[in-house]
T-cell receptor, first 114, second 110 residues
Framework: GAVVSQHPSWVICKSGTSVKIECRSL??????MFWYRQFPKQSLMLMAT?????????EQGVEKDKFLINHASLTLSTLTVTSAHPEDSSFYIC??????????FGDGTRLSIL | GENVEQHPSTLSVQEGDSAVIKCTYS??????FPWYKQELGKRPQLIID?????GEKKDQRIAVTLNKTAKHFSLHITETQPEDSAVYFC?????????FGKGTRLHILP
């Protein structure tokens, strides 16, 4: 149990494009989901907390207008990277849990902006 | 906010020997400390965790210790095997948010 699905797994697109990434909890409901970003050979950095039915909470230094988060249902959170540029290329990964801890991670999305 | 320091950044051990990775955290309110193993391009996998009301936990070849007073926690892997080669992350949690250490790349030498 406690499966988190993330889609797509790989995206390649042109600079200036907006990209949407989905994070779904398949067998549980999640009022809170988390979004992380991981650059090559670096750690996972928390970007934001996605809250069902309310605004996301962003970590310091993360642009909320650049990374739009929507958590419209108890099983789905989306992260939209708006007007993506090459520096946004990274591994984006979400997590959720039916009971606070432990968190369960999606498979991640590798985003490459040309 | 929470800050997690992890050492070493790279660790090479002979197959069969033990590996130890050490972390410190800054926020005494953190109460849950998971350890993750991540292989290239894949999701982090939880390998063991410890809560703040426990000082030590063991699961087969893996053990974790926690010193709340010093805000230190460590991962111990015994009898290392080639499949233990990966990047390991320690983490501390506040309000469900996981704050990760910078990671340790573990190489198991034949």
């Amino acid at each position: 149990g406690a499966v988190v699905s993330q889609h797509p797994s790989w995206v390649i697109c042109k600079s200036g494009t907006s990209v949407k990434i989905e994070c779904r909890s398949l067998d549980f409901q999640a009022t809170t989901m988390f979004w992380y970003r991981q650059f090559p050979k670096q750690s996972l950095m928390l970007m934001a907390t996605s809250n069902e039915g309310s605004k996301a909470t962003y970590e310091q230094g993360v642009e909320k207008d650049k990374f739009l988060i929507n958590h419209a249902s108890l099983t789905l959170s989306t992260l939209t990277v708006t007007s993506a540029h090459p520096e946004d290329s990274s591994f984006y990964i979400c997590s959720a849990s039916p009971s606070s801890q432990p968190q369960h991670f999606g498979d991640g999305t590798r985003l490459s902006i040309l | 906010g929470e800050n997690v320091e992890q050492h070493p950044s790279t660790l090479s051990v002979q197959e069969g020997d033990s590996a130890v990775i050490k972390c410190t955290y800054s926020d005494s309110a953190s109460n849950y400390f998971p350890w993750y193993k991540q292989e290239l391009g894949k999701r982090p996998q939880l390998i063991i965790d410890i809560r703040s009301n426990v000082g030590e936990k063991k699961d087969q070849r893996i053990a974790v210790t926690l010193n709340k007073t010093a805000k230190h926690f460590s991962l111990h892997i015994t009898e290392t095997q080639p499949e233990d080669s990966a990047v390991y992350f320690c983490a501390a949690t506040q309000d469900d948010k996981i704050i990760f250490g910078k990671g340790t790349r573990l190489h198991i030498l034949p």
